[in-house]
C-alpha cells in the first residue's frame, strides 16, 4: 500500500509487515532548465507507524519554521500541535474500539 499526501510518501514495506518506508518531498532545481520542481527525496526505511507519523509532525514543523530560528518551547509547541492533527485523524478513521494505544 502507498500513501501520498503533498508532502511525503509512505509505503508499507509488505503486506504483511508492520513496518513503513517514508520519503518526503523535496525542491528540486533542474540544471538545465533552472526551474523547480518537487520530487521525491531520500527514503527513511523500516519504520514504525508511530514512528512514521512523528517524523511527519517533525517535518512539517521544520517546514514551517525553514527559514527562522525557533526556541525550544516554541519547537515543542509546534510539534505538539502537528501531531495532535496526526493522531486526531487517526483517532477519526478508526473504529471505536481500536486500541491506538494511548
Request: glycine letters at 4%.
Amino acid at each position: 500500500m502507498k500513501i501520498v499526501e503533498k508532502d511525503f510518501i509512505m509505503q508499507d514495506v509488505d503486506p504483511e509487515s508492520n513496518f513503513w518506508n517514508l520519503c518526503f518531498m523535496k525542491r528540486v532545481k533542474k540544471r538545465d532548465t533552472g526551474q523547480y520542481s518537487i520530487e521525491p527525496g531520500d527514503i527513511l526505511y523500516g519504520l514504525t507507524l508511530s514512528s512514521a507519523l512523528e517524523r511527519i509532525a517533525k517535518h512539517r514543523v521544520a517546514k514551517k519554521y525553514e527559514e527562522e530560528n525557533v526556541t525550544l518551547r516554541q519547537f515543542l509547541i509546534e510539534y505538539q500541535k502537528a501531531h495532535k492533527e496526526i493522531i486526531k485523524l487517526l483517532r477519526e478513521t478508526l473504529p471505536e474500539n481500536f486500541d491506538t494505544g494511548d
